[in-house]
């Protein structure tokens, strides 16, 4: 019977627990502390006297009611402005994104405008070989015939 009066004053601490949460008056802390209290000394008491346990129905009689059982709470009223803590600063990628794609971008032109200047001179240096030896082969026209 012992762990039952144990439940019943877990369930009665978790209620109270509940009801401070939920935002109750500075009366309901008041007995909610008060009742904290008292659970955590006859808990206490329940131990040193394992022999004489008292009544659940007596037990949870001595309970403030405000640990009892929760009370519904309508629309009206919640709070309508919830508290939400406050945002984490986030670091500015952005900047850093767009300068590390511009200086790739600048990177890349950089490379085909070298690759197009090294084509161009190669072009031309092959074409100035073919125009030299053709040049060289072409024959001098008679001029009799």
């Given at each position: 019977?012992?762990?039952?009066?144990?439940?019943?004053?877990?369930?009665?601490?978790?209620?109270?627990?509940?009801?401070?949460?939920?935002?109750?008056?500075?009366e309901?802390?008041?007995?909610?502390?008060?009742?904290?209290?008292?659970?955590?000394?006859?808990?206490?008491?329940?131990?040193?006297?394992?022999?004489?346990?008292?009544?659940?129905?007596?037990?949870?009689?001595?309970?403030?009611?405000a640990?009892?059982?929760?009370?519904?709470?309508?629309?009206?009223?919640?709070?309508?402005e919830?508290?939400?803590?406050?945002?984490?600063?986030?670091?500015?990628?952005?900047?850093?994104?767009?300068?590390?794609?511009?200086?790739?971008?600048?990177?890349?032109?950089?490379?085909?405008?070298?690759?197009?200047?090294?084509?161009?001179?190669?072009?031309?240096?092959?074409?100035?070989?073919?125009?030299?030896?053709?040049?060289?082969?072409?024959?001098?026209?008679?001029?009799?015939?």
């Amino acid at each position: 019977m012992k762990w039952m009066r144990e439940r019943d004053l877990l369930i009665a601490q978790t209620m109270a627990f509940v009801q401070s949460v939920t935002g109750k008056t500075p009366e309901a802390e008041k007995t909610v502390t008060t009742s904290v209290a008292l659970l955590s000394v006859e808990t206490s008491e329940t131990i040193r006297a394992a022999a004489a346990l008292p009544d659940i129905e007596a037990l949870l009689a001595e309970t403030p009611p405000a640990a009892q059982a929760p009370r519904e709470v309508s629309r009206e009223e919640m709070p309508r402005e919830v508290s939400r803590p406050a945002p984490v600063a986030r670091l500015d990628l952005r900047e850093d994104f767009q300068s590390e794609i511009r200086a790739r971008v600048a990177s890349f032109r950089a490379h085909q405008e070298r690759f197009n200047r090294e084509r161009e001179a190669y072009c031309s240096a092959t074409m100035a070989k073919v125009h030299a030896a053709l040049r060289e082969t072409e024959q001098p026209t008679r001029p009799g015939k």
